[in-house]
């Protein structure tokens, strides 16, 4: 990072502990300029709302079932406990982004046998779907 003249710091374990007292280190640590916090909940919404603000339809409440070929596109049908206010969404395109809970949707994705085959095994390790609010969010903006 020095060669290429990126800001950073080389810190002894004890040094992290001094700068940061609620992290402990078993060896030195690194402290990058550009590294970051990022509040997830507010990213995630920030990124939704700015699509429906492009024109994307949102539609919450709907776990998807299946996805099925439907003339030259899809259709998307939400499991029976959903509670949006749509149970089948047609489109002409699918994009499944569903991260941990891809083995779970994957045999009903309408997807070539070959295909699935191919597919390397899944080992989902964990999943969390939720986030704790700041203690307080002021201080979790003075990172030193
Ligand atoms: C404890 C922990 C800490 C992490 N810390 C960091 C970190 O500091 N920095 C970092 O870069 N990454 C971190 N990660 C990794 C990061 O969270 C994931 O890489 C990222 O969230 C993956 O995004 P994704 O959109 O692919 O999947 P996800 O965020 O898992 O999103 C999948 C979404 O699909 C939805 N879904 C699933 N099945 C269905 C269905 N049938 N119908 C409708 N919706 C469905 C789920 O509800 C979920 O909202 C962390 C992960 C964990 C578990």
């Given at each position: 990072m020095t060669e290429v003249g990126i800001e950073h710091a080389l810190l002894t374990a004890e040094e992290a502990a001094e700068r940061w007292p609620g992290i402990r280190t078993n060896g030195p640590a690194m402290w990058h300029a550009s590294a970051g916090v990022i509040d997830a909940q507010t990213t995630v919404r920030t990124m939704v709302d700015a699509a429906v603000e492009l024109g994307a339809a949102l539609f919450t409440g709907f776990t998807v079932a299946s996805v099925t070929r439907s003339g030259a596109g899809f259709t998307v049908t939400a499991t029976?406990?959903?509670?949006?206010?749509?149970?089948v969404v047609n489109a002409s395109h699918v994009i499944v982004?569903?991260?941990?809970?891809l083995p779970g949707l994957l045999g009903e994705l309408s997807l070539p046998s070959g295909f699935l085959a191919a597919l390397p095994t899944f080992e989902v390790r964990q999943e969390m779907a939720f986030h704790f609010p700041y203690a307080n969010p002021d201080e979790a903006m003075d990172w030193p």
């Open positions: 029976a406990d959903s509670t949006a206010a749509v149970s982004a569903a991260g941990g809970f």
